[in-house]
C-alpha cells in the first residue's frame, strides 16, 4: 500500500537524498510523487549527479503534458546512454505519478552514483568490480566495525549504537562512548551518532533518527544514509574526545589462568589496551587472606598498546587478581587464580647409560642407566619400559643419592622397546626412548677381520693377528680354534684391547706352510665366512722392493689412499698391485724414474682393505697391508693442508744439519696428523712434531745420510697435497762464517716473559742447517736446567731469525750450530731480569680447598695473575705413591689474567700441589689437600632428630658420616615458621665421623632442617620439626561477626586463633534463647572455624576456654535478629485485581516479619509504558501502594523488597481503557479462524459505529505470524465509523490479529487465525464485459480476482468455434487481468478453474460477434439525393459488407407536422392539419421533433441493404444510419423534400410555341420538361385565344 510505513520512509528518504544533491542549483524536491512530472527537477538532478549535460535540448517552460512527457524522455535516454537500465520506467509513469516506478528510478539513481560509482579509500577497484552494490557498502562497514556482527542494513541498526561505532571509526574520539549507549534509548543513540556525523563528518540526515531505527524501515532507506560515509570527511574544529573504554582492554597469559601458577615463581601475562583509549594499567595481586601486592607492570610501547604484568605467589591458595586500566576494571576483571604448590620441573632431568643406548643391549642381559634429578626440584621418578608384546618390563628403581638414581632391568624379549620416564607426573626430555634389544646370541651380527684371515700373503714365522667385532651380536661364548695343514689344532692367543667390552684380539704364528683354517664360533655357531682358509707361505727371502706409507694403513672413501714402493738393490723384478676389499678400488702407479713409484688407490665404500704389493707374483713381507677405509666425512678435508719448509725441499739439507718444515691445517678441519719419513736405504726419519696451535705444526729432522729422503704427510689418514715429498740432502758447511747478532743475544737488557730475537747470519757458511739451542741455568724454572722453546724464521738471503720468551729470570746460554758444529764465537751468555712478581698471584677454587677433594672425580682451581707481570704459569702435584698422583692435568689460559688448572686426583691421601709462576712459588705454595673416596650419601645417618619439639626448650641430634667418604663436611642449616634462620651449633663428638647438632626454638610452627654433607643435601633432607609452645589461655583470641551478632536460621562464624597459645583442649558453649547447633573444623594453621546455629532472635552469650580457662574476651555477647527474607511479605487490596487508565489502585504491603529492607514498586505496561506509583510507610512494618496506569492493556507490576521480587510478584494485571470498547465489532473472512490462506489477501471490517459515526485515527491492527515477525496490513477508513482491514499473511499457522481501538483492544483481540496452505474457489470470482460478449480479432477482457481464496493454480481454458489467443497479467494485488481473442464469431465457453476446481460461475457462456465498424459502411441512392419529393417513393442502399456484421437501424424523420402543413398549406389552419393528421390521412407518425416516416429495409444478402421510404410531407427530413448501435459516416443525412410537383419546374420548349407564330393546318409540337417539377398529373389545353 502507498501509505505503509516502510514506503513512507522510503519516500521520505529518497525526497532528502534528492534534495542534497539539488542543493547547489537551487531546486527542491516538496513532493517526490509529483515534482519530477514536469522533467526539470528530475534532469536537474541527473546532470548534478553525473555532472554532465542533457544529451539533447528540452522544454525549458512545459505547460503542456506532451511538453513534460517529451522532457521526461529527455533524462530517462541520458541514463540509457550512460548505461544506467531501467526495467519497466517510460516517461509517463513519471509524468502520472507513479509513486513505485518513482522510487525505483530513484534507487537506481543512489545504487549508480552513491554505491556503485564512487572510489573509496581502503578498497581495490577489483573488489569493488567482484561485489553487488549492497556486498560493496556491507564489506566496507563490515572493514570498518570488524568487532560488530554487521550482516544487514536493517535489524543490526535498531539500537543507534551501531552508528555511534561507524562515526567514531571514520572520525575516533568523535562518539567515544558508543559503546555504553543504552540500548533502550535507540532515538536519542542513532540521533547524538548521526548529528555528529552531520555537523563534522558531512553526512546529511537523508534519514530521520526516528525513522532509521523503526521496525518498519526498508533496506535501501538505511544503505542510502550509511553510502554516504565512505566518502566523509572530517572538518577541522571537530570536538574530538579522548576514546576511554576499560571493557574494551584485555588480559590474556598464564598468569591470570584459572590453574597452572605455582608458589614462588613469576607468573606473567600481559594486557593489551589498544582500543581502551589512554590510562595507565595497575595490578594489584591480593593473597588468600587478603594481602594486596601491587604487581610489576612495564610498558612493551608497542603497536598494540600492551603491558606485561610480572607478580609471584609467595602462599599457594586461591587469588584475586585486580587490573584495573585508568582506574576502572577491565573485562573479566578481577580475575581468580589458584596458586599451587611448586612442583618438580621434568624439563632440567637427564638421563644417560648403556640401559637407554639404541642398541648394544641383548636379551636376558641385565643393563641400567642413570636419572639425574639435580636442579629439577622435588618429584617421584617413575620408569615403565615396555617390550615388543606390549607387556611391562620389571623395573628396579635405587636411589644413589646427590639426585642421582639407578634404574635397572633385564629384557626378556628381543625387539624393539619403550622406555618412559617420568618425573612429577612430567616425561623428561627426550622421553620415550626407542631401544633394541638384541637376541641372546645372534652370531651373523659378528664380524671378524684382520691380516691373521687373509687367503693368503702371509708367510711362517710371522705374527698374524685379527679381531671379532660382537657388537649386537647378544650373548655367547666366542670360540676360536686354528688347525694347521695336518689338522693339528694350533695355538691362538687372545690379545688385550682397549675398545671395550665387544671386541676381542687373537694372534697366532704359523710355523708350518700350507693351509691353515680358523674357525670362529659365537654361542656354538659359525660367524660368517667362517672357517677361513689362509694359506701359509715359505719365509721371505732377500727382497727386492719395499712399501710404506699412509695408504696401507687407512683412509677415506672418495679420496685416494697413497704410498710408496721403492727398490732394493740394483736387482728390480716384475711388480704387482693387488687391494682386497668391500669394493673394487682403481689403482694407479705413478714412476718417478728414482728407484720409487707413488701408488694410489681409490676404495668406493667404508671397511677393511687387504691391500697386496707383489714382487713377481709373490707378496712383500708384510703383505697382504690391512688398510681401514673410513666413511666420507666433511669433518676435514686433506687437500686444504699445507706443507713446506725447507726439509721438505727438493735441495738445500746438509748431512748431519737439522732441517724443519711447518704443516699449516688451519683451514682443514680437526684429524689427527702423521708423518711417514725414510731415506733411500729404507732406515727411519724421526722427524720431531711441535704443535703450535690454531691448526699449525712445526716439523724437524736431522739427515744422517747423504741420501735421498722421502717425507709423506697425512691428515685424518689421507695424504696432502704434494705428497709425498723427495728431499735431497747435501754435504758441506763452513760454521766459523756464521754470524749471531741482535738483543736476544746481549749480555743486557732483557726480561722475563717478554720476547725478544736475534738474527743467525748464514749467508757465508756454506750448506748447512742452523740449529739453535737455548738453556736456563739451574734454579731459574726448576732445579735443573732447562731448555727454552723458540721460533726459527727462515729468511729468503740465507739468515734466521730467532724468536725466543724467557719464562724467568737468571741466566741464560744460547748455543748456535752450523751443520751440527758450533760455531767458533761459541756460546752466548745473557742475564734476564724479572718481569713478573709471582706474590701477586692467587690461587682459588675447590681443586684447592681444604676440604679436600675426591678420588677419580675431575676438579679444578683457577690461579689469577692480573698485576703480577707476565709469565707462564706451572704446577706439579705429588702424591704418596711413585705412581702418577693426577691425571687429565691440563693448565687452560682463560685469557683474562687467570689460567684454569684441570685434573683428576688418582691417589688417595694427602697431596702436594705446587703452583709457580715464572718459576717462583706462588703465596701459599705447595698447597697440601685430601684426596678422600667418592661420596656416598646413603652412608651418612642422621640420629635424635625429632618431628615435634618443645619451643624455648634445648634440642639436639647427631649426624653419623661413617663409611660415607668425601672430606666429612657437615653442614646443617635450620629455618624457622616465619623463614628466618635458626642458630644451630654443629660439634665433633667422641669420634671424628659423629657430629652433635644443637639448638633452641624460639618459636612454634614448622622448622626446616637441611643437613649437607660436603655441599651434598643427605637422603630425607630437608627434614621438618614441628615446635609447639606450652599452653597460655591468654594467647588465644577470637574474631568474626558470629561473636557480634547474625541472623536467625543463619549459620553465625567466627574464628578461633590459638597460634602462639601452646597445645590445649578447646571448648566451647553458646547460651541464648534457644539452643544453638555447634560445627567447629580444625583449619591446620593454628586457628578453627566455629559456627552456630540460633533459631531464635535474641542475645547469645558464647563462652571459650582453653585448657578450661576463659580466654580474653570470653564471654562473647552475640545479637541475633531476624533475617531478611523477602518471602515473608505478604501483599493484598484491590489493586491487585483490576485497574483503569487514570484510576489509582490501592495494594496493602506486610513486611514485618521480612526482616530489615527496602520496599521498591514498579508498574509497566507491555508497551513500556510506565504507571505511576506512591508508597507509604505506616511506620508498623506495613506500607499503601497505589498505581495509576496511562495506558490499557496488560501490565507488569514488580514489587521488591531488599532488591529481591517477593512471592507471587511480578504479577500481571489487565489495564481497562477509560473508554467502552465493547460496542466495537470486528468480522469478516480475515478474523475467521478458519479459511485464511498463505499468499493469499484476506480482509476483515471493523464496525466502531458505536464510538464514532465520521471515522478518523483510532483503529489500529497488528498481525503477528508463528515467527514473531509482523505482517502489514492496510486500514481504510470508509468515513461512516467503519474500518476495512486488508492482509495478505505469509506463513503456514496461527497468526494473532490485535485490534485497539484509541490503543485499546477490542472485544475478543487478538484474534487467532489458523493459516493453511491450499485455495477454497468459491471465493474466487471473475468480472469483466468478455464474459458477457466478445468480439473477433479484438482483444476481450475481464478479471479473476483470488483474494482471500489461498493459494492454487489457476486455470483458463476457452472453448469455441475458433481457437481464442489468451494472455494474462498477475496484477500483484490478487487478481489478474485476462485478454482473449477470438477468431470467427460463435458462442463460446470460458472455463476458470482454481485449484483445479470451477470457480463460482464457470463456465461462462459467450457469444462473440465479429467486429462492427460502422465507419466502413457507406449508403447510395436517390433517396438521398436533393430530388426527393414529398409522397414519392424514395430508395437508397446501404453498403455493409465492409462493417461486419451487425444491426442496421434506419429511421427517417420529417419536419414537425405544424411546421410541413405550414409549409404545404400556407393558408390552412394549423388546427385543421392535426385534426387530418389525427383522423389517419397521413401514414407517418409523429413525434415531438418531427413525423418518423415508415421504413422498409431489405437484406440484399451480399452484405447490402436497400432501404424505401415515401415522405409525407414537405420539408427537411433526417435520415439516421445506424450499424451496431453507432452512427454511420455522415449519419443523419439531412434532405430536403420537395413538394410532390412543381409546374414552376417545369419547362416547356419547342417550335410550336415560337411566340412569332406557327403555320396553320401544318403540325407543330413542343417539348415539356418536368424531370425536376415533381410528380403531377399533366395536362396541355390548346386554345385559340
Not at 944 to 960: H, P
Request: aromatic share 6%; glycine share 10%; hydrophobic share 35%.
Amino acid at each position: 500500500a502507498d501509505d505503509a510505513p516502510w514506503k513512507r520512509i522510503q519516500q521520505n528518504t529518497f525526497t532528502r537524498w534528492c534534495n542534497e544533491h539539488l542543493k547547489c542549483v537551487n531546486k527542491r524536491i516538496g513532493n517526490l510523487q509529483s515534482d519530477l512530472a514536469d522533467g526539470l527537477r528530475l534532469i536537474a538532478l541527473l546532470e548534478v549527479l553525473s555532472q554532465k549535460r542533457m544529451y539533447r535540448k528540452y522544454h525549458q517552460r512545459p505547460t503542456f503534458r506532451q511538453m513534460q512527457l517529451e522532457n521526461v524522455s529527455v533524462a530517462l535516454e541520458f541514463l540509457d546512454r550512460e548505461n544506467i537500465r531501467l526495467v519497466s520506467i517510460d516517461s509517463k509513469a513519471i509524468v502520472d505519478g507513479n509513486l513505485k516506478l518513482i522510487l525505483g528510478l530513484i534507487w537506481t539513481l543512489i545504487l549508480h552514483y552513491s554505491i556503485s560509482m564512487p572510489v573509496w579509500d581502503d578498497e581495490g577497484a577489483e573488489d569493488a568490480k567482484k561485489q553487488t552494490p549492497k556486498q560493496r557498502l556491507l564489506g566496507w562497514i563490515q572493514n570498518k566495525l570488524p568487532d560488530l556482527p554487521i550482516t544487514n542494513f536493517s535489524n543490526d541498526w535498531k539500537d543507534g549504537k551501531a552508528l555511534g561505532a561507524l562515526v567514531d571509526s571514520c572520525a575516533p574520539g568523535l562518539c567515544p562512548d558508543w559503546e555504553i549507549w543504552d540500548t533502550a534509548k535507540p532515538v536519542d543513540n542513532a540521533r547524538e551518532a548521526m548529528q555528529q556525523a552531520d555537523d563534522w563528518l558531512g553526512v546529511p540526515q537523508v534519514i530521520a533518527p526516528e525513522e532509521i531505527i523503526d521496525k518498519n524501515v526498508d533496506e535501501q532507506s538505511v544503505m542510502t544514509y550509511l553510502s554516504q560515509f565512505p566518502k566523509a570527511k572530517l572538518k577541522p574544529g571537530a570536538p574530538l574526545k579522548p576514546k576511554l573504554n576499560p571493557k574494551k582492554a584485555r588480559a590474556y597469559g598464564p598468569g591470570i589462568e584459572a590453574v597452572g601458577n605455582v608458589v614462588m615463581r613469576p607468573a606473567v601475562f600481559t594486557v593489551e589496551t589498544i582500543s581502551a583509549g589512554q590510562g595507565e594499567v595497575m595490578v594489584f595481586v591480593d593473597d588468600p587472606e587478603g594481602q594486596r601486592e601491587e604487581a610489576k607492570v612495564t610498558n612493551n610501547n608497542d603497536k598494540n598498546k600492551t603491558y606485561t604484568v610480572v607478580y609471584v605467589a609467595k602462599v599457594a591458595g586461591p587469588h584475586k587478581i585486580t587490573v584495573l586500566f585508568a582506574g576502572q576494571h577491565i573485562s573479566k576483571s578481577p580475575f581468580e587464580v589458584h596458586i599451587e604448590k611448586a612442583h618438580g620441573d621434568a624439563s632440567k632431568v637427564t638421563a644417560r647409560g648403556p640401559g637407554l643406548e639404541s642398541s648394544g643391549n641383548f636379551a636376558n642381559k641385565p643393563t641400567y642407566f642413570d636419572i639425574y634429578t639435580a636442579g629439577a626440584g622435588v618429584g617421584i621418578v617413575e620408569v615403565v619400559i615396555v617390550d615388543p608384546l606390549g607387556q611391562n618390563t620389571q623395573v628396579a628403581i635405587e636411589d644413589k643419592g646427590n639426585n642421582t638414581y639407578r634404574c635397572s632391568y633385564k629384557p626378556v624379549q628381543p625387539g624393539h622397546h619403550t622406555i618412559r620416564i617420568v618425573f612429577a607426573d612430567s616425561p623428561i626430555p627426550k622421553s620415550p626412548y626407542t631401544i633394541n634389544i638384541g637376541d641372546a646370541c645372534n652370531p651373523g651380527a659378528c664380524r671378524a677381520s684382520g691380516r691373521g684371515l687373509q687367503p693368503k700373503g702371509l708367510r711362517v714365522r710371522q705374527v698374524a693377528d685379527f679381531r671379532v667385532h660382537t657388537k649386537g651380536a647378544g650373548s655367547g661364548e666366542l670360540k676360536v680354534v686354528l688347525k694347521g695343514p695336518k689338522g693339528v689344532e694350533h695355538p691362538v692367543k687372545q690379545m688385550d684391547v682397549l675398545d671395550g667390552d665387544d671386541v676381542f684380539a687373537y694372534e697366532y704364528f704359523p710355523v708350518a706352510v700350507g693351509k691353515h683354517v680358523v674357525t670362529i664360533t659365537w654361542g656354538g655357531h659359525n660367524v660368517p665366512r667362517s672357517p677361513f682358509e689362509i694359506q701359509i707361505g715359505p719365509e721371505a727371502g732377500p727382497q727386492k722392493i719395499r712399501a710404506w706409507g699412509p695408504g696401507l694403513e687407512g683412509g677415506v672413501v672418495g679420496k685416494s689412499a697413497d704410498f710408496v714402493v721403492e727398490t732394493i738393490g740394483t736387482e728390480v723384478g716384475v711388480l704387482g698391485f693387488a687391494v682386497e676389499g668391500p669394493s673394487q678400488a682403481k689403482i694407479e702407479c705413478d714412476d718417478k724414474s728414482d728407484g720409487s713409484c707413488d701408488v694410489r688407490y681409490w676404495p668406493k665404500e667404508p671397511g677393511e682393505y687387504a691391500v697386496h704389493v707383489m714382487c713377481d707374483d709373490e707378496d712383500i713381507v708384510d703383505s697382504p697391508f690391512m688398510a681401514s677405509i673410513l666413511p666420507a666425512t666433511s669433518a676435514f678435508n686433506p687437500d686444504k693442508v699445507k706443507a713446506y719448509g725447507p726439509g721438505l725441499a727438493k735441495t738445500g739439507c746438509i748431512v748431519h744439519q737439522p732441517t724443519e718444515f711447518t704443516i699449516d691445517a688451519k683451514d682443514a678441519g680437526k684429524a689427527a696428523l702423521k708423518i711417514y719419513a725414510q731415506d733411500a736405504e729404507g732406515g727411519p726419519i724421526n722427524v720431531q712434531i711441535k704443535n703450535k696451535g690454531e691448526g699449525m705444526s712445526h716439523c724437524a729432522y736431522t739427515p744422517a745420510k747423504a741420501v735421498k729422503h722421502t717425507v709423506a704427510i697425512a691428515w685424518g689418514g689421507v695424504n696432502v697435497p704434494n705428497s709425498p715429498f723427495r728431499v735431497g740432502i747435501g754435504q758441506g758447511s763452513h760454521p766459523q762464517k756464521v754470524k749471531v747478532l741482535g738483543p736476544g743475544v746481549e749480555r743486557t737488557g732483557l726480561k722475563a716473559n717478554e720476547p725478544t730475537h736475534f738474527t743467525v747470519d748464514c749467508s757465508e757458511a756454506g750448506e748447512g742447517d742452523v740449529s739453535v739451542g737455548i738453556k736456563c741455568d739451574a734454579r731459574v724454572v726448576s732445579d735443573t736446567e732447562e731448555d727454552i722453546e723458540f721460533d726459527i724464521i727462515t729468511n729468503p738471503n740465507d739468515t734466521f731469525t730467532v724468536k725466543y720468551t724467557p719464562p724467568a729470570a737468571g741466566r741464560y746460554t744460547i748455543k748456535v750450530l752450523f751443520a751440527g758444529q758450533e760455531i767458533p764465537i761459541g756460546s752466548f751468555r745473557v742475564k734476564v731480569d724479572p718481569s713478573h712478581d709471582a706474590s701477586k698471584v692467587k690461587a682459588e677454587g675447590p681443586g684447592l680447598t681444604k676440604t679436600g677433594v675426591e678420588l677419580g672425580k675431575p676438579t679444578h682451581f683457577t690461579v689469577h695473575t692480573k698485576g703480577a707481570g707476565k709469565a707462564p704459569v706451572s704446577a706439579r702435584f705429588s702424591g704418596t705413591a711413585k705412581a702418577d698422583a693426577v691425571d687429565d692435568f691440563e693448565i687452560i689460559d682463560n685469557y683474562d689474567y687467570s689460567h684454569t688448572v684441570k685434573y683428576t686426583p688418582l691417589q688417595q691421601g694427602k697431596m702436594g700441589i705446587t703452583v709457580t709462576y715464572g718459576g717462583d712459588p706462588i703465596p701459599k705454595s705447595p698447597f697440601t689437600i685430601d684426596v678422600a673416596y667418592p661420596l656416598d650419601m646413603s652412608k651418612v645417618l642422621i640420629n635424635g632428630l625429632e618431628n615435634r619439639v618443645e619451643v624455648s626448650k634445648d634440642q639436639q641430634f647427631t649426624i653419623n658420616t661413617k663409611g660415607a667418604g668425601g672430606q666429612g663436611k657437615v653442614d646443617v642449616k635450620m629455618s624457622s615458621p616465619s623463614r628466618k634462620p635458626v642458630t644451630c651449633v654443629v660439634e665433633p663428638a667422641a669420634s671424628k665421623e659423629v657430629s652433635v647438632v644443637r639448638y633452641i626454638p624460639k618459636e612454634e610452627g614448622v622448622y626446616t632442617v637441611e643437613v649437607m654433607y660436603d655441599g651434598n643435601p643427605t637422603v630425607g633432607s630437608p627434614f621438618t620439626v614441628d615446635a609447639t609452645l606450652p599452653p597460655d589461655p591468654s594467647k588465644v583470641k577470637a574474631h568474626g561477626p558470629g561473636l557480634k551478632g547474625g541472623l536467625v536460621g543463619k549459620p553465625a562464624e567466627f574464628i578461633i586463633d590459638t597460634k602462639g597459645a601452646g597445645t590445649g583442649g578447646l571448648g566451647l558453649t553458646v547460651d541464648g534463647p534457644c539452643e544453638a547447633k555447634i560445627e567447629c573444623s580444625d583449619n591446620g594453621d593454628g586457628t578453627c572455624s566455629v559456627s552456630y546455629l540460633p533459631n531464635e532472635a535474641g542475645e547469645y552469650l558464647v563462652n571459650i576456654l582453653f585448657e578450661d580457662v576463659i580466654i580474653p574476651g570470653s564471654p562473647f555477647k552475640a545479637d541475633i535478629t531476624l533475617p531478611f527474607d523477602p518471602s515473608k511479605v505478604t501483599v493484598s487490596g484491590p489493586g491487585l485485581e483490576r485497574a483503569k487508565v487514570g484510576e489509582a489502585g490501592l495494594v496493602n504491603v506486610d513486611c514485618s516479619k521480612a526482616g530489615p529492607g527496602e520496599l521498591t514498586l514498579e508498574m509497566v505496561s507491555d508497551a513500556g509504558v510506565q504507571a505511576e506509583t506512591h508508597l507509604q510507610d505506616n511506620g508498623d512494618g506495613t506500607h499503601t501502594a497505589s498505581c495509576i496506569p496511562r495506558q490499557h492493556g496488560p501490565h507488569t507490576i514488580a514489587l521488591k523488597y531488599g532488591g529481591k521480587s517477593v512471592p507471587n510478584f511480578p504479577a500481571h494485571l489487565k489495564v481497562d481503557p477509560a473508554v467502552d470498547i465493547s460496542g466495537v465489532k470486528v468480522y469478516g473472512p480475515g478474523v475467521e479462524k478458519q479459511g485464511v490462506f498463505c499468499d493469499a489477501t484476506t480482509d476483515f471490517t471493523v464496525d466502531a459505529g458505536s464510538l464514532t459515526k465520521v471515522g478518523g485515527n483510532h483503529v489500529k491492527a497488528s498481525i503477528t505470524n508463528p515467527s514473531g515477525a509482523r505482517t502489514d496490513c492496510l486500514i481504510k477508513d470508509n468515513g461512516d465509523g467503519k474500518y476495512d482491514v486488508e492482509y495478505t499473511p505469509f506463513e503456514k499457522g496461527m497468526h494473532s490479529i490485535d485490534v485497539t481501538y484509541d490503543d485499546a483492544p477490542v472485544m475478543n483481540s487478538p484474534f487467532i487465525v489458523g493459516v493453511t496452505e491450499g485455495c477454497d474457489p468459491s471465493r474466487v470470482s471473475a468480472v469483466g464485459p468478455g464474459l458477457q460478449e466478445g468480439l473477433t480479432n479484438k482483444p476481450n477482457k475481464f478479471s479473476v480476482i483470488t483474494r482471500g481464496a489461498g493459494i492454487g493454480g489457476l486455470g483458463i481454458t476457452v472453448e469455441g468455434t475458433s481457437e481464442a489467443k489468451m494472455s494474462c497479467k498477475d496484477n500483484k494485488d490478487g487478481s489478474c487481468s485476462v485478454e482473449y481473442i477470438p477468431y470467427t464469431p460463435g458462442d463460446y465457453d470460458l472455463n476458470i478453474t482454481y485449484g483445479g476446481q470451477h470457480i463460482p460461475g464457470s463456465p461462462f457462456k459467450v457469444p462473440v460477434k465479429d467486429v462492427v465498424n460502422p465507419t466502413k459502411v457507406q449508403c447510395t441512392g436517390p433517396g438521398l439525393s436533393s430530388g426527393v419529393r414529398a409522397r414519392v417513393p424514395q430508395s437508397f442502399t446501404v453498403d455493409c459488407s465492409k462493417a461486419g456484421i451487425a444491426l442496421l437501424e434506419v429511421a427517417v424523420q420529417g419536419p414537425r407536422v405544424c411546421e410541413a402543413q405550414a409549409q404545404a398549406h400556407p393558408r390552412s389552419s394549423p388546427l385543421k392539419l392535426i385534426a387530418d393528421f389525427f383522423k389517419g390521412e397521413t401514414k407517418a407518425g409523429v413525434s415531438e421533433t418531427g413525423i418518423i416516416e415508415p421504413v422498409g429495409v431489405i437484406d440484399n444478402g451480399d452484405g447490402t441493404h436497400a432501404v424505401c421510404y415515401t415522405p409525407s410531407l414537405e420539408g427537411p427530413y433526417s435520415i439516421s444510419v445506424r450499424y451496431g448501435g453507432e452512427d454511420i459516416p455522415r449519419s443523419p443525412f439531412r434532405v430536403r423534400v420537395l413538394p410532390t410537383h412543381d409546374a414552376s419546374k417545369v419547362r416547356a420548349s419547342g417550335p410550336g410555341l415560337n411566340s412569332a407564330g406557327v403555320q396553320a393546318s401544318l403540325p407543330v409540337e413542343f417539348t415539356i420538361d418536368a424531370k425536376d417539377a415533381g410528380e403531377g398529373l399533366l395536362s396541355v389545353h390548346v386554345t385559340d385565344q
